[in-house]
């Protein structure tokens, strides 16, 4: 299948890359900057692209997400630390934002001819962004194939989203994906901070999925004392 990939630059986003790279026919990748304070993602999704020899596409819904205030990741709002689950870690929603994104991703796709978008959403993700759930993804299929209906038949694969991200490390291992070409932090400072929720959740799946890390941490034995009390099970 023709297949666009939306990849933030993320650990995910990229292993996923590289996975429709040998399954499929990777058309694209396509990003999105939507006022992200952590806007140096979209520079290693760049990357990725150069690497998979496939076109990027950087869309702009900046003034979009200027409006959907009151997240730590588009606002004057401190990114908390701490395990993913934590109930803090809910002021890291941006409303709607996939939502938004697969909409516009579906249309690109429906005018490129491509038979598929991709999407990295995965299980640790449930807790706190409900639209990154099974759910949602089954819904917005059924939201397309009315949306499209007649013009063109896109499917919408989530490989991850019943999955954890040891298990994507684990994939992404097995296709070849380069980690340290990959940026998870929401913090956006010169190195992973190894703090903020995405840091700990991705030295922790490196640590499950028993593949070295090789990500430079400011902080790298912090995830340790925030992973305690957390069980793979509990942040599905």
Same mark, same amino acid.
């Given at each position: 299948?023709k297949?666009?990939v939306i990849?933030?630059?993320?650990l995910?986003?990229?292993s996923?890359?590289?996975?429709? %790279? !040998?399954?499929?026919?990777?058309?694209s990748?396509l990003?999105f900057d939507? &006022?992200?304070? /952590?806007a140096?993602?979209? #520079?290693?999704?760049?990357a990725c692209?150069k690497r998979?020899?496939?076109?990027?596409?950087?869309?702009?819904i900046?003034a979009?997400?200027?409006s959907?205030?009151?997240?730590a990741?588009?606002?004057e709002?401190?990114v908390?630390?701490?395990?993913y689950?934590?109930?803090?870690?809910?002021?890291t929603?941006?409303?709607n934002?996939?939502?938004?994104?697969l909409?516009?991703a579906?249309?690109v %796709? !429906?005018?490129?001819?491509?038979?598929?978008?991709?999407?990295?959403?995965? &299980?640790?993700? /449930?807790?706190i962004?409900? #639209?990154c759930?099974?759910?949602?993804?089954?819904?917005f299929r059924?939201?397309?194939?009315?949306?499209l209906?007649g013009?063109?038949?896109?499917?919408?694969?989530?490989p991850?989203v019943?999955?954890?991200?040891?298990d994507?490390?684990?994939?992404?291992?097995?296709?070849?994906t380069p980690?340290?070409e990959?940026?998870s932090?929401?913090?956006?400072g010169a190195?992973?901070c190894?703090?903020c929720?995405?840091?700990?959740?991705?030295?922790e799946?490196?640590?499950?999925a028993?593949v070295d890390?090789p990500?430079e941490?400011?902080d790298?034995?912090?995830?340790?004392a925030?992973?305690?009390?957390?069980?793979?099970?509990?942040?599905?």
């Open positions: 299948m297949t666009i990849c933030s630059g993320g995910d986003s990229v996923l890359a590289h996975r429709i %790279a !040998a399954e499929h026919d990777l058309l990748l990003s939507y &006022g992200q304070r /952590h140096k993602e979209l #520079d290693f999704a760049a692209a998979l020899g496939v076109p990027h596409q950087v869309v702009d900046s979009i997400g200027a959907l205030s009151g997240s990741l588009t606002d709002i401190d908390p630390d701490g395990h689950a934590e109930e803090t870690m809910k002021v929603v941006v409303p934002r996939n939502a938004i994104m909409a516009i579906f249309g %796709a !429906a005018a490129r001819k491509a038979d598929a978008v991709a999407l990295a959403v995965h &299980g640790g993700d /449930h807790f962004y409900p #639209d759930r099974p759910g949602f993804i089954d819904a059924t939201m397309q194939e009315h949306a209906e013009y063109a038949d896109v499917t919408l694969l989530a991850y019943t999955v954890s991200k040891a994507i490390v684990t994939d992404g291992a097995k296709y070849g980690f340290a990959t940026w932090c929401y913090k956006g190195r992973h190894g703090r929720g995405t840091c700990v959740e991705r030295r799946a490196f640590h499950l028993g890390d990500t941490y400011e790298p034995d912090f995830w340790v925030a992973t305690s009390g957390f069980s793979a099970t509990e942040v599905k």
